[in-house]
C-alpha cells in the first residue's frame, strides 16, 4: 500500500515562484511511488480549511509555504485529534523562524526527493487560551507586530531588511503593560515592555538563542519579559544581553522555563502568534503539549 501525501501550497509565500516548481514537487514524489493530491491555498481557504475538509485517506501532509501556513496545518492538525500523521516543511517565508530551529533549509525542495529517507522528530506545541495553537513562538509587545505589518510586497522585495525597518519604528513608542505572571510556583507583578513565550533560536527573523539550545521536546517553554528601562543604558544593557544570548543575570528581564504559564494585563495587549496578529486580550493561558507533533525530516538537510 502506498504512502498518500496530502500538499498544501501557498502560492503567495516569499517571492510567489513556488508554482514554477509544483510540477517537479509532485514529478519527485511520484517517481518515489508516492500516492500525491496537491491543494492551492488562497486568501479566504487556507491551510486549516484544506485539512479540515480533506476527507480523503492521508499519511502524510507537506506543507510548501511561511511560518504562518504550517501554523494553520499544525491548529488543524491538533484540532482534529490527527497527531498521528506526520508532517514536513518547504519553508517559503521571509524569516522561516522555526524552519530554521528544525534544521530546514529554506526554500528547498530537495526533501521531496528523499521523503523515504525521512526520521521521525516529535516536537511540543503551545495553545492559547487553549483555542489557538502555535509551533514556537506567543509574544506581545515591543515590535511583535512587525512580522505581520510588514507588506507582503516589502517582504518580497526587501526581504529580511523590511522587518529591521520596521523594527526600528516601532522602537520609537514602546508601550509598557502592568502584568501578573504565574508559571510553575511563581507569581509575579511587575511592569513589562516585551514577553515572548517561544519553542525557537529565532523570532521574527532575530536570533534569541545559540544553535542547539533550544530543546524543542522537553515539554517546557523558553520566556523573555523585558521591564522597561529608566535610562538609555538600561536598553544597551539588553542590547548586550540580546548579543550575548545571556539573560538570566539582566534585572531588567525576566527568564524562564515553563510548561504553564498564565498572563494577566490590567489592559488590553494585542499578541502575535508564529508571526500573525491573533487578536488582544486582557488574560492568556499558554500550555505546552510535549511532543504532540510528528515531523518528518531528511538527515542530509543538515
Known amino acids: 500500500m502506498s504512502i498518500k501525501v496530502l500538499t498544501i501550497i501557498n502560492p503567495s509565500s516569499g517571492r510567489g515562484d513556488i508554482l514554477e ?39 502524510l501532509i507537506l506543507i510548501c509555504g511561511g511560518d504562518g501556513t504550517l501554523n494553520e496545518a499544525v491548529t488543524a ?31 528547498n525542495i530537495s526533501i521531496t526527493k528523499n521523503l523515504l529517507k525521512t526520521r521521525a522528530r516529535r516536537v511540543d506545541i503551545g495553545s492559547f487560551n487553549k483555542d489557538k495553537y502555535f509551533c514556537y513562538v506567543a509574544a506581545f509587545g515591543v515590535i511583535t507586530d512587525v512580522a505581520y505589518k510588514t507588506t507582503p510586497k516589502a517582504k518580497n522585495k526587501y526581504g529580511r531588511l523590511a522587518y529591521y525597518i520596521n523594527a526600528i519604528k516601532e522602537l520609537r513608542k514602546i508601550p509598557t503593560y502592568k502584568l501578573k505572571l504565574r508559571y510553575d510556583d511563581k507569581h509575579i507583578e511587575d511592569e513589562f515592555i516585551y514577553g515572548g513565550i517561544s519553542n525557537s533560536e529565532s523570532i521574527a527573523g532575530f536570533k534569541w538563542f545559540e544553535k542547539g539550545e533550544i530543546q524543542l521536546d522537553d515539554g517546557k517553554f523558553e520566556g523573555i519579559f523585558i521591564r522597561k528601562p529608566k535610562s538609555i543604558f538600561g536598553y544597551f544593557k539588553i542590547l548586550s544581553s540580546f548579543f550575548r544570548k545571556e539573560y538570566s543575570e539582566n534585572e531588567y528581564i525576566l527568564f524562564t522555563e515553563a510548561s504553564h504559564l498564565e498572563i494577566i494585563s490590567e489592559k488590553k495587549m494585542a499578541w502575535t502568534i508564529d508571526g500573525e496578529f491573533a487578536g488582544e486580550t486582557n488574560n492568556v493561558i499558554i500550555d505546552n503539549h510535549k511532543k504532540a507533533i510528528e515531523f518528518a525530516i531528511y538527515e542530509s538537510e543538515k
Do not use: R
Open 77 to 107: 492538525i491538533m484540532e482534529k485529534g490527527e497527531q498521528d500523521i506526520s508532517l514536513t516543511f518547504v519553508p517559503l517565508g521571509t524569516t522561516n523562524d522555526y524552519a530554521k530551529s528544525l534544521d530546514i533549509p529554506a526554500k
Open 21 to 59: 516548481k509544483e510540477e517537479e514537487i509532485k514529478k519527485n514524489m511520484q517517481e518515489l511511488g508516492l500516492e500525491v493530491d496537491v491543494k492551492h491555498t488562497t486568501k479566504e481557504y487556507n491551510a486549516k480549511n484544506i485539512i479540515e475538509d480533506y476527507d480523503k485517506e492521508k499519511d
